[in-house]
């Protein structure tokens, strides 16, 4: 019965994925949809001025794609930092 184990595993890889941002910066404090991140925009000037955002990471590795899609599930792993900074942060 060994035998019909060992015909079935074809292959086995490990790997390791690393990504590091220095700085990140939301001039607008806006969302990507342009959305104010939170409260309503300021009526003087249509700013977004009432609190910074929380920014954080949400990563999804999948397999390489010609055309990257944005949804779906992750092959590999997703994973989401905790919230990192305001509008702006600089990692040193």
Do not use: H
Request: hydrophobic share 30%; with cysteine.
């Amino acid at each position: 019965m060994n035998w019909i184990y060992e015909l079935c595993a074809v292959s086995q890889s490990t790997g390791y994925f690393e990504l590091q941002l220095i700085s990140v910066e939301n001039v607008n404090g806006e969302l990507a949809g342009g959305e104010c991140c939170d409260g309503p925009r300021s009526s003087q000037d249509l700013g977004c001025t009432e609190d910074e955002c929380d920014t954080y990471f949400k990563v999804c590795l999948k397999e390489y794609q010609m055309e990257v899609a944005t949804t779906g599930s992750c092959t590999f792993r997703a994973a989401s930092t905790q919230v990192l900074g305001g509008n702006f942060f600089c990692q040193q």
